[in-house]
């Protein structure tokens, strides 16, 4: 879901030679808001409020536009990233954990890719998959599921491979079919029988 994320400058806030700041304002409720500095500075009369962009008259002593753009952008992208962030977590207050991290180096990212990395793990996914689906499918959708895993798992170990969400290509597709077809063993079979 988008959050009520924008990027503001505030009249009241106008200082000595003419400037505002332009803000990044994040309205957690109609009540509770966080209102930060992204450190570019304007005369007011040159943000189209509207738009919530800079106006093209912008004179070049302030800044080259298409860079104070691309900062405003990627400074506004942050705060959305960081919110969504703190949201999954539950246990955060977004507005404080904004304030915290906003004019940080993005170490929160590397706990957001460490937690990530853990559980890139394609079968931890499948089985989660599994457990969400428990309640809401008939026990035969689940034991197709597994199964599915379980094929997965033995053409990881014939391939000496490890399956990853990158494998997932057209030729993953193709040698998988054909694994299943001709080389696959069939396990509870008294003979040896290769192939589905």
Known sequence: MRQPIKLIVRKAKVRKDGTALISVQYCY????????????????????????RLSKELPPTYGNIYEL???????LRKAEDIVEYALKKKNVCPMQFLKDNFHLPSHWKLEQMSHAEKNLNVFYHIDQY?????????????????????HLKSFEAYRK???IFDSFDVDFYEEFVK??????????????????
């Open 29 to 52: 409720s109609a009540e509770q808001r966080v209102v930060l500095s992204t450190g570019v500075a304007i005369p007011i009369q040159y943000w189209n409020k509207k738009t919530g």
């Open 130 to 150: 599994v457990k969400s689906k428990e309640s809401s499918v008939k026990r035969c959708t689940i034991n197709v599921i597994n199964a599915m895993k379980s």
């Open 69 to 75: 753009e691309k900062t405003l952008t990627d400074q």
């Open 161 to 163: 491979i490890p399956i």
């Open 179 to 196: 694994y299943l077809t001709y080389e696959m063993p069939q396990m509870r079979r008294r003979a040896h029988i290769k192939g589905l």
